[in-house]
């Protein structure tokens, strides 16, 4: 048989294959998270997430500026708080005045043209480490949402573009919804931790924050099985899609992002919402941590990473290595 298919004619230089490129992936895809911790001239290397540090809003404001020479305009916060401030209902999360609400208000004043993307979920904030209240060992949903959409209402005030539900209570995105609309923010948008799994891989995450659940003599679950998805579930994403779509959600976003590829895909194929998908900690920990032993190129590697997610249908990829990745290619 004579080759009249050759594949490989198209592959053969890089005009060629730029041409025909059918993913593209630029700084307008990505969400950079960042840590903040109170105080001044603060930059704290996370040991489990190299590059990645706990910034005051000082060197904060700094950093942003340095990100958006890269392009970068979206950028997600999280608050690492201590312990003698955290109780069992989070309330320092919807403190006016605490400093994560106060960064947005600075921030905000420096960079208008940014997103800032909020965390909505009581494990910062929580003496248990949980991401809703803890009673007689377990979550408490409609409870929890009253907290979470007080929290909400504070980012609005103090800036907030875009709320990010990371808890998985059940309703919270119609809670938050219904708040921000009746304290006139029916502007602020809503990115839906739609199908967030109860994952091994936010270990580093939680080192960052200290916002592992507790262990302790009181009755505290050891894990979030009870809110966050299993990972052997791909239909059960379809319902919670349903649910916040019809709740109000802007965005809808899988978490993890690499292992759970398909379930990006299959949201894609089903909904005409924009999807998002979580690079978690973890999913960079095992890239740097082989890079580091010289057993994969990390200028390769990174990107190839960062493009199977926005193949698979990823619209928006919050990931670490944002900023990495610009560099990378600017
Ligand atoms: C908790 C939250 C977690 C992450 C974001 N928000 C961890 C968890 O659910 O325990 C993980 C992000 C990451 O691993 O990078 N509300």
Redesign the pocket.
């Given at each position: 048989m004579t080759m009249t298919r050759r594949p490989r004619r198209n592959r053969k230089n890089e005009a060629v294959r730029a041409m025909m490129r059918e993913t593209r992936l630029t700084a307008d895809n990505l969400v950079y998270?960042m840590f903040i911790v109170d105080g001044e001239n603060q930059k704290q290397e996370i040991s489990s997430?190299q590059g990645n540090y706990r910034w005051s809003v000082d060197l904060l404001v700094k950093e942003v500026e340095e990100c958006m020479k890269l392009g970068l305009r979206n950028f997600m916060f999280?608050p690492k708080v201590e312990e003698e401030l955290k109780d069992e209902i989070g309330s320092y999360s919807y403190d006016p005045d605490n400093f994560y609400l106060s960064a947005f208000r600075t921030l905000k004043k420096h960079f208008p043209e940014i997103n800032i993307i909020t965390?909505?979920?009581?494990?910062?904030y929580s003496s248990d480490g949980h991401?809703g209240i803890v009673k007689d060992g377990k979550i408490v949903n409609d409870e929890t949402n009253i907290v979470l959409a007080k929290m909400a209402i504070e980012q609005a005030r103090a800036g907030a573009d875009i709320i990010?539900p990371?808890?998985?209570m059940d309703g919270r995105v119609e809670a938050i919804r219904n708040a921000l609309d009746e304290e006139g923010f029916e502007d602020v948008s809503i990115m839906s931790?739609t199908a967030?799994y109860?994952?091994a891989?936010?270990?580093?995450?939680?080192d960052?924050?200290d916002?592992?659940?507790k262990e302790s003599s009181k009755d505290i679950p050891k894990d979030?099985k009870t809110y966050?998805m299993d990972p052997a579930n791909k239909r059960e994403a379809l319902l919670e899609a349903d649910l916040d779509y019809m709740e109000g959600a802007d965005f809808m976003m899988v978490?993890?992002a690499t292992f759970y590829l398909d379930i990006i895909h299959m949201l894609k194929s089903n909904y005409d919402l924009p999807i998002a998908a979580?690079?978690?900690?973890?999913?960079?920990a095992m890239l740097k941590a082989a890079c580091e032993k010289g057993w994969l190129d990390y200028n390769t590697a990174m990107p190839e990473m960062l493009l199977s997610i926005k193949r698979a249908g990823a619209d928006v990829i919050?990931s670490?290595l944002a900023k990495d990745y610009c560099e990378l290619v600017k």
């Open positions: 998270p997430l999280f965390d909505v979920a009581l494990d910062p991401d990010g990371s808890d998985m931790y967030k109860a994952s891989f936010y270990g580093p995450f939680r960052a924050l916002s592992a659940p979030k966050q978490k993890p979580y690079n978690v900690s973890g999913e960079i919050i670490y």
